[in-house]
């Protein structure tokens, strides 16, 4: 298992916040990145220290689908959509998708702990303080995960406080 946390840096009047490693290495920074036709406070891009990016945003909502929210992931080439299942996100939040013909699903599970399955079988948790994954996962599945947290805050209406130092590009 790999295991990761948030830290914030603070330089001058910019902060950033990056997942780093259990040795402290940075792993990648997460940024605000607004785009058209997503919403301009959650729409997050992952830049790893190797220099691949992945950006996920909340689509902006219209009348017919207010209550199921989509989501979408891009890398350089490609998009993958993900939403909220109709009655499931009544009381817990859970949003599922596809990667590559694989299924992925990230929910709610103990209180404030977000899990990410992947084909049924459980691939990472994300608590407060703590970010779990297994050895074996891809990229774009953690970028994923680590981006997918903040939905799941605003999902809770909880105030995420690392929000506030995220960089604007």
């Known amino acids: 298992m ?5 830290e914030v840096e603070r330089r001058h009047r910019e902060s950033h916040v990056y ?3 259990e040795a402290g290495k940075k792993v990648g920074e997460l940024l605000f990145n607004p785009r058209k036709n997503f919403d301009n406070e959650n729409s997050f891009l992952f830049q790893y220290e190797n220099g691949n990016s992945y950006f996920l945003g ?3 909502r219209r009348f017919r689908d207010m209550n199921i929210a989509h989501y979408e992931l891009y890398t350089d080439n ?14 817990n939040f ?9 299924n992925y699903s990230l929910t709610e599970r103990v209180a404030n702990t977000l899990e990410m399955v992947k084909d049924g079988v459980t691939i990472g ?5 703590e970010i779990v994954v297994n050895d ?3 990229e774009i599945e953690e970028s994923l995960f680590f981006m997918m947290y903040f939905m799941f805050k605003l999902y809770k209406r909880e105030y995420v406080t690392l929000k506030k130092y995220l960089y604007k590009i």
């Open 125 to 129: 948790r994300i608590t407060e303080d």
């Open 19 to 21: 997942i780093c490693n």
């Open 136 to 138: 074996h996962t891809l």
């Open 58 to 60: 909340l689509r902006q």
């Open 94 to 102: 859970r949003v599922d998708g596809m990667i590559h013909n694989s």
């Open 78 to 91: 490609e998009k993958f959509k993900f939403k909220e299942r109709k009655i499931h996100n009544l009381m």
């Open 2 to 6: 790999k295991h990761y946390y948030f």
